[in-house]
Structures are given as structure tokens and as C-alpha cells.
């Protein structure tokens, strides 16, 4: 067997032959393809050699290679320059830095394009380049390929646009359920599902063991006495959902993913007409949720993270902003008396951290160069973490945390990621404290140990944690448990998921059981497209120890036409739409619907449907944070498409309008009949982005098609009347809106009139105060200075 495969496309001796990969990789090429690895045994380089043996079978035909992060985007590229025999510019880096109109000229003359899959999908949205000359297509970390990520939809119009497709999807961890891997199966239109577990007699000469270590510790006096006063409220606000007949149990333990679904029963309610009962149900709900976190942390973390937790509720409750449920959980006096306890207890060492302590000095006194990581599920326990081990001697220890800022917690930019990555790359730190940003999606080098700080319910979480260790030789796994706690729930749960995932991969390679998996687990076939089937005459470029065969799929036939190219199409509808717009699921449904889309920074408005229609669309939570966000003031959007176009519409998209905020319904519904009889603007509900988006197409289907009418996204109203024009230059003064300007006018008949008005002359008129007479005056009296 040869040391190295060999390929035109590949520079000799710098791909390592190994019969597993080329194997799957010649699997790959016979069909679009599902390749389920333990981390660390080369995924990227099956990716490789299907890639090079397209792209040599297919002159001119284009790979792209996926990638959930900008730095695996460029570690990526950086391999496949290195390695490929082509020129190393036709190897490209598309990451939303890049600028569109400079990757719309780099994917003309690129070979291989390296990218995050939102950059892709923004692009084909915007039609900047189609997929036609794409002859592969490889989805890394493919596992995410569900719901309204951006993978779905590449993989959609992948199939639809390429003349020759093939796609290859790469994961350590598809998940644990038939189900799952078929969602995964379905939406990346896999025909093949191809698993390697770390016993297959071709792997295991490349597996270095893990020793794994579950290491129970005791929770301190001072925590168990502040977990039963917290329970004790837990208790108090189940019994009072209990005798408001929302739960059928006294002794309720719902789990968080339980909870946000009781919370979506009852805001549906609440939608449909719910009774006051319903808004009650929905904040003690609320309660329960931040009571439940605060046990979490007391049992699993410790005292420094709950009594951070607890200065952000009383800051919560403080606030303008602050929820009905907070305000209530601080007046009751076990949660007060819990909170002193912990305020008093600060010092009590925690059992856990010091186990970290001891754990990390005993590895790195065995072996001084060891690397480590330490997994822990939240910020504040990192930090607390990263604290005590920097009193250790010999460790030099780094937090680890994701870009997303938060209250007092500034995150990390990628940059300072790959930053702090070099770093511990280089021995300048040895131990790395991590949230879940260092599970996937960044390349973080392999370490002797890895450490957790808790459990973590999930075996995709739990697999990719352990896979940061053992790649290049024995690796050590520890798993801390508080005894008695949810801890040990989250091991057995991990545990449980595990082993049904490693069973249902066991069954896929049955075939009998992989059409099972293809057909959504249950006899029903999954909403995939059967891509072409491959011929077994291709001519192969590939050599190895293996004899690589190429098994190159052939080519759609082309010019041929179906019953489909004679049906008549009808006429294209047009929607200028704002590009923040871009990710939203209401534009994917619209594309589905043959909508013709132009992004622009439109300035007013989201969806402009004809010259005449302009929709302003809002999810609840957004509408609700314009309300508090003086710098996206509602009335002021409301009042420009006012002024813009003869019918303009909101649109609230979602569930939650009543129950997100401490903001009661009467103030809502007050607010929207504001702008529905004040401003004469209709407002939708609808249920999701389906229904925004079908509204949107009939609306527009009816002005453009049966009206007759032209879109533009600089229309203006061509019609208003002196009148209108009289009512919007006065309402545009500050602290007057259109129906004091409409009071105004009526008073003193002209605008020259108001001018002149006196401040007690301008209080005579209804709904006009001290404070906005004293507003229009200063607006009238002031003298202009443009540099103020």
C-alpha cells in the first residue's frame, strides 16, 4: 500500500493514505452522501479527495465547501491551498467581511469556494451567482442542516440549479434518533448514510483510548439550605397553577423545554381571547423558569454564579423594563431570606471548583506540557473557574466565551477567539476555561484532558466535547457530579442518548435499516430529491494504497424538456425588500413562491408591494422593543410610511405579544387602535413566517397582477391633499403627533396660525399640555443653528 494517495489534483506526499478514508470517499462519489466519523479521524479529508476527483472529472465545474464559522472557514481554506495542485488563488474565502460586489467577481474565476453558509444563501437570495457550474457541494458540522438554517435552503437550490449535483454531508454526531438523522437525511437530499464508529476494525488503528473519569462531590450545608428555600417557592407557584387548572399535579418537575411549551399553550390562549386567568398563568409560568435556573446553579455551579444571578434579578426588578414575575419573586420572603444566605455564604468553597483545582494541578504536575480544557455551561462559572485556577501553580489558565454581549459580560470577536487559540496553541496558556462556543465551529487544538464542569444533557454536545482530546494520543475525560442533584439526571440522560445514537448508527449499516433511516424512521418517505444516480464507468484519477476508483455521477442529460416547460408561467410578482430583511424566513417562503426579490436599504418599510402598498413587518418581541427603544420609535416608522405610501401595513408576526413584557394588554391593544383609527394603518396578526409570507404574496399578486399597478421603492404618495400636507407638517414638531395636529388646525385654521399662537393660546386646544406647548413654541421661536 502506498504511503500517500496520488492524484493530479493533489501534491504528492502531503495527503496520508488511509483505506477508511478512501473508502468513504470513493462511497461519496457513488452518491450523495451522510458520513457519520468520530472527531479527529479526517472528515476534511474525505471532503478532500471527493472534492479533487470532481473537480478533474468536471472541466470548469466549481466545489464549495461549507462551514459553520469564519475561522474553520479560513482553516479550511488554508488546508486545501496547502495540499491541492492548483493555483492557490482559485481557492477563495467567502465570510461576511468579504464584500458582495467582490464575491460576486471571485466566485467567476474560483475553483474552490470556502464559506459560511449565510454568506451563500444572502448571495443566491440576491442572485448574485446561481449553482449551475457546482459539481460538489461539501456541508461540514452537517448535523445542523434543520429547521431554518441556511444549509437547508443552499442544499434546496443546489439541487434545483446544479447540471451535475453531489453532495457530501460530514458530522461526528448526527444525532440520536432515526428521525433526526432523516430530518438531516431529508434536508441535504442524502441517498446514502455511511457510519465509521471507533470499533470498526479499519478505524481502530488510528483510535487512541479515553479514559473517562465521573467524579461525584458533595454540595455544602450553606447550598442545601438555600436550594429548599428556593424549592419552597418552586412548590408555592406550582400549587397556585395546580388550583388554576393549567397543570393536573401538585408536585410538578416540568424541565425547561416542558415549561416554554405550557408557556406557548397558554399565550396561545391568550391570543384566541384568553381570560385574565391566562395573563396570571403566563407570569407565575415565568416565575417557575427563574426559580428553576436559580436551583440549577445552586446545585450544579455553586454560590459565586447564583449570587450573580441574583444582583441581575434584583437589577430586572429595578428597571423600567423589568417583567411582572421578577417584581413579584422579590417580594416573596423565602426568595428574600434565600438570597441573603447566599450574600452571606460567598466565601463557602465550592466542592466542585476545588475538585477542578486538584484535577488540573494533578495533570499538569504528571505531565508539565499537558493542555486542558475545562467545559462549563455558563459565563459566570467560567469566570469564577478561571480565577481559581489561576492560584494554581503551573497552570495558566484563559475564559473562553462566545461573541455575544450581556448584561455586564462583554463577549469575544472571532478575532480575539482565534487570538486566545494561537496562544494556547503556542503553550502560552495550558488550560482553557469554555462555554459551548468551543464544542464545534473552531479550530481548537487537541488536548490531554478535557474536564466538565457539569454534565450536559445532550450526546451531540457531550460527543464533541470529548472529541477536543485523545487525537493524537491516550486522552483523559473527567465529569464532575454534584450527588443528589440534576446533575446526575443530565449523565443519565447523556448517557441514554448516547447509546441510542451508537445503536441506531449500528442499525444503519444494515440496509434494510438505512431505508429506514432515508424513509424518516417510520415507513415515510423524507422530503428528499434523488439526485442522479452514478455509473460505475467512470474513468478514476485516484490512486492509493486502496486503488482508488473514481465513480463519477453522470451528468444530467440536458435539453431535454418535460411536461413541466410547457405549462404556462404566469407572470412574476416583484417585492423590494429591505435587506436586513435577508435571513428572515418570510423571504425563503416568498422565493417558494417564485417572488422575485430586489434587496435595498429601503427607507421605509420592510416589503414595498406596489407603488401605492408598503408593509412594516414586526415580530412580537420586536414590536414590543420599539416601544422602550427611543432611537426605533414606532410612531416615527408608522408616521413615515404614512407619509410614503396611500396604504401601508403592520404586520405582527408571532406569539407572546401579552405575556413577553411587563406591559399590560390594555396598553397594547391601546397602542395598536392608535395606529389603526389615529393613522389609519391596518395591522395583521399572523401565526409565523408561512403566514406573513402568504399575505405578502396575495397582496401583492392582487395590486401588481390584477391592478394593474407598478412597485417602487421610492414611491410617494401623489394624491395627499392640502389638508394631508397641512397635518403632517404639523404633527412632525416633537411631542405632536397626527390627532393633536389635526386639533390644532381645527382651532386656529392654519399653520401660520399656530405659529403665531402663545403658549397659553396653544393650551386651550384639546390634548395639548405645558409641555408640548412649550415644545412647538421653542420649535418656532428658535433660531437656526445648523451646527447645534
Request: proline letters at 5%; a neutral charge; glycine letters at 6%.
Amino acid at each position: 500500500m502506498s504511503e500517500f494517495v496520488s492524484h493530479p489534483l493533489l501534491r504528492p506526499g502531503t495527503v496520508a493514505s488511509r483505506a477508511y478514508q478512501e473508502t468513504l470517499a470513493q462511497k461519496a462519489l457513488e452518491k450523495s452522501s451522510l458520513i457519520v466519523l468520530p472527531t479527529g479521524l479526517g472528515k476534511t479529508i474525505i471532503a478532500l479527495l471527493v472534492i479533487a476527483d470532481r473537480l478533474y472529472g468536471h472541466e470548469g465545474g466549481k466545489v464549495l465547501i461549507l462551514s459553520p464559522t469564519k475561522p474553520l472557514v479560513e482553516q479550511h481554506a488554508a488546508f486545501f491551498r496547502k495540499v491541492m495542485n492548483i493555483d492557490p488563488e482559485q481557492v477563495v474565502v467567502f465570510t461576511g467581511s468579504t464584500p458582495p460586489e467582490e464575491r460576486a467577481g471571485l466566485w467567476q474565476n474560483a475553483r474552490v469556494i470556502v464559506s459560511t453558509p449565510q454568506v451563500i444563501e444572502n448571495d443566491l437570495l440576491c442572485h448574485r451567482f446561481t449553482l449551475e457550474d457546482v459539481v460538489h457541494v461539501t456541508f461540514d458540522e452537517a448535523h445542523r442542516a434543520s429547521g431554518n438554517y441556511a444549509y437547508v435552503y443552499i442544499a434546496k437550490k443546489y439541487v434545483e440549479q446544479a447540471k451535475s449535483p453531489l453532495i457530501l454531508g460530514i458530522t461526528a454526531s448526527p444525532g440520536s434518533t432515526p428521525e433526526k438523522i432523516s430530518e438531516v437525511a431529508g434536508s441535504l437530499f442524502i441517498d446514502r448514510v455511511e457510519v465509521k464508529t471507533e470499533h470498526d476494525p479499519d478505524v481502530a488503528p488510528y483510535i487512541y483510548d479515553k479514559d473517562v473519569e465521573w467524579v461525584k462531590v458533595n454540595v455544602p450545608d450553606k447550598a442545601n439550605e438555600i436550594r429548599i428555600l428556593l424549592e419552597a417557592v418552586l412548590d408555592d407557584r406550582v400549587k397556585k397553577l395546580f388550583e388554576m387548572g393549567v397543570v393536573y399535579s401538585r408536585s410538578l418537575n416540568l424541565n425547561k423545554k416542558e415549561l416554554l411549551l405550557l408557556q406557548q399553550r397558554l399565550q396561545a390562549q391568550i391570543v384566541k381571547g384568553g381570560s385574565p386567568e391566562s395573563y396570571r398563568a403566563v407570569s407565575i409560568v415565568a416565575e417557575i423558569m427563574k426559580i428553576g435556573h436559580a436551583v440549577d446553579l445552586i446545585q450544579t455551579q455553586g454560590l459565586q454564579p447564583l449570587n450573580k444571578y441574583f444582583d441581575r434579578l434584583r437589577e430586572e426588578s429595578g428597571s423600567k423594563g423589568g417583567s411582572k414575575a421578577t417584581r413579584r419573586l422579590m417580594t416573596d420572603p423565602r426568595l428574600k431570606h434565600a438570597m441573603a444566605v447566599a450574600a452571606s455564604a460567598e466565601d463557602v468553597v465550592n466542592p466542585k471548583t476545588e475538585k477542578v483545582k486538584e484535577i488540573v494541578a494533578e495533570q499538569l504536575r504528571a505531565n508539565p506540557a499537558s493542555k486542558v480544557i475545562v467545559f462549563t455551561n455558563y459565563r459566570d462559572t467560567a469566570e469564577v473557574v478561571a480565577r481559581a485556577l489561576a492560584e494554581v501553580e503551573g497552570v495558566r489558565p484563559v475564559r473562553f466565551v462566545g461573541q455575544a454581549s450581556k448584561l455586564n459580560d462583554k463577549g469575544l470577536s472571532q478575532k480575539k477567539q482565534v487570538e486566545i487559540l494561537d496562544k494556547f496553541r503556542a503553550g502560552e496558556y495550558n488550560a482553557l476555561i469554555a462555554t459551548s462556543v468551543a464544542e464545534e465551529g473552531l479550530d481548537i487544538p487537541s488536548t490531554d484532558m478535557v474536564l466538565f464542569y457539569e454534565p450536559v444533557p445532550s450526546e451531540i454536545r457531550s460527543i464533541q466535547r470529548r472529541g477536543r482530546t485523545g487525537r493524537n494520543t491516550v486522552g483523559r475525560v473527567v465529569v464532575l457530579m454534584s450527588k443528589g442533584t440534576r446533575d446526575e439526571g443530565a449523565y443519565r440522560v447523556s448517557q441514554s442518548k448516547e447509546k441510542r445514537m451508537y445503536k441506531t448508527m449500528q442499525h444503519m449499516k444494515d440496509g434494510q435499516a438505512m431505508m429506514d433511516v432515508l424513509n424518516d424512521g417510520n415507513g415515510t418517505a423524507a422530503p428528499q430529491q434523488q439526485l442522479p444516480e452514478t455509473g460505475a464507468d467512470g474513468e478514476g484519477a485516484m490512486t492509493g494504497g486502496s486503488d482508488f476508483a473514481s465513480l463519477d455521477p453522470a451528468k444530467a442529460p440536458a435539453g431535454q424538456a418535460s411536461l413541466e416547460t410547457f405549462e404556462e408561467v404566469p407572470e412574476q410578482i416583484e417585492i423590494y425588500v429591505d435587506s436586513r430583511e435577508m435571513r428572515s424566513a418570510v423571504v425563503k417562503a416568498l422565493e417558494a413562491k417564485n417572488v422575485k426579490m430586489d434587496f435595498q436599504a429601503l427607507p421605509v418599510g420592510d416589503y414595498v408591494l406596489s407603488d401605492r402598498v408598503c408593509v412594516e413587518r414586526k415580530t412580537a418581541d420586536d414590536f414590543l422593543n420599539t416601544l422602550f427603544d427611543p432611537s426605533r420609535g414606532l410612531f416615527e416608522q408608522i408616521i413615515a410610511m404614512k407619509r410614503e405610501y396611500l396604504r401601508p401595513v403592520l404586520v405582527i408576526e408571532g406569539e407572546g405579544l401579552y405575556t413577553k413584557r411587563r406591559i399590560s394588554p390594555e396598553a397594547i391593544q391601546g397602542i395598536i387602535a392608535s395606529i389603526m383609527v389615529d393613522y389609519g394603518i391596518p395591522v395583521l396578526f399572523t401565526a409565523g413566517a408561512e403566514e406573513t409570507a402568504s399575505y405578502i404574496f396575495t397582496v401583492a399578486r392582487r395590486e401588481q397582477l390584477d391592478r394593474k399597478r407598478t412597485v417602487s421603492p421610492h414611491a410617494r404618495k401623489s394624491s395627499q391633499t392640502l389638508a394631508e400636507r397641512q397635518e403632517y407638517l404639523v404633527s412632525a414638531i416633537s411631542e405632536v403627533g397626527p390627532v393633536i395636529a389635526r386639533n390644532l388646525l381645527g382651532h386656529f385654521g392654519s399653520v401660520k396660525s399656530i405659529a403665531e399662537a402663545s403658549a397659553e393660546e396653544l393650551q386651550a386646544v384639546d390634548k395639548v399640555g405645558p409641555k408640548t406647548a412649550a415644545r412647538i413654541r421653542e420649535i418656532m421661536d428658535s433660531l437656526y443653528r445648523p451646527g447645534e
